[in-house]
């Protein structure tokens, strides 16, 4: 049943009382018509719990906007969610329309620098969050006294002579929660053997990021530093500040735990402001965790990033032999979810699953 103000509803109890679910929770479609935006298809969902968020349906079917109970809980960056037609694919060009967002789709032949693997140049991050979404669907579903709001769609990466991949991306929220699933099916639809790297940028803003936030999860293995840089923050990973000067980005990898079903959980707590977030994921799926520490000035952000590869190019997982691929007619399933807490007593019972 559906879990609004305090108490459970029947369907029909619910249907009683507003003239249509749209009142209380739901999807819907618009476009954008001002500036770099213009033209760029998106979907407000509101899931009748507090939570508010943006597909953005043009940039393949990334996240945008996101707040719960009116607190932001993504990084919007100055460049905000252009059309993908301003897209520059070469080199670090993707970020001059990275828009942030509680969502950025990294792949799908590419996830992380930018490199040349063979005689292939890659771009950082790859084309996801530029290819516009077809066959979409935005709205709401019963199923018994069950109400989902559901926004999907299809994306597809393909060129003549090369690869041809289809990601079908389904996110839905249950009517009266706070959180979403994303379940995501990659098909290879070509003829031969494809890469595939596909990497979930989440990316957490203030006031759910400040000095008084905290990361937390069971470890499985020690942390890593991406680099130099990095192994000089190493000693507090865990812990964010107040935005730094000149502060320079800082890349951890991680190896959390997963329970007796796969999914692995890690949390981002701000007790002050009695607020988090608990990301879950599969981890057979999707075995690598980077952690993105920007505390700059704007860029003011901590991303969360579960992958089924590293963050350092093609070329480099190539060479690792990581390098994840489909065979023609392969069909490969990834599913991320994410739900906010809200109250020091949610976090302390988020924290003591994790550490159970």
Known sequence: MAQLFGREWTKRELLERVGDLSQVAGAEAFTYSDGGR???RAARVRSGGGLDYTVLLSRGMDI??????GVPLAWISATGASHPHAFE????????????????????LNAGAANTDGDEPLGIHGHLSHIPAEETVVGAVWTGDEAEVIVSGTMREATVFGENLHLTRKITSRVGSAGLAIHDTVENLGFRETPLMLLYHLNFGWPLVSEDTEIVYAAASPVTPRDRVA?????????????IPGYEEQCFFHDPVADSEGMTRVLMLNRA??????????????PHLT????????????GI???????????????AGRLQTLAPGEVREFRVFLEVLDG???????????AA
């Not at 945008?64 to 109970?69: I, T």
């Not at 670090?92 to 990275?98: D, Q």
């Not at 990301?279 to 799926?285: G, P, T, V």
């Not at 020091?344 to 994790?354: G, R």
């Open 291 to 302: 952690q993105w520490k920007m505390t700059g000035q704007s860029e003011y952000v901590c």
């Open 305 to 319: 990033e579960p992958a089924n590869c590293k963050v350092m190019g093609r070329s480099a997982e190539r060479a």
């Open 38 to 40: 213009d033209g760029l």
């Open 231 to 243: 192994e000089a923050g190493l000693s507090h990973w865990m812990h964010l500040h107040a935005p």
């Open 89 to 108: 694919t070469q080199g670090r060009g993707w970020l001059r329309t990275f828009h942030g967002g509680l969502l950025t789709g990294c792949g799908l």
């Open 344 to 354: 020091l007593e949610a976090i302390t019972a988020a924290e003591q699953a994790v």
């Open 64 to 69: 945008g906007q996101a707040s719960y109970r």
């Open 273 to 286: 402001r009695q607020i988090g977030v608990r990301i879950a994921y599969d981890k057979a799926a999707l």
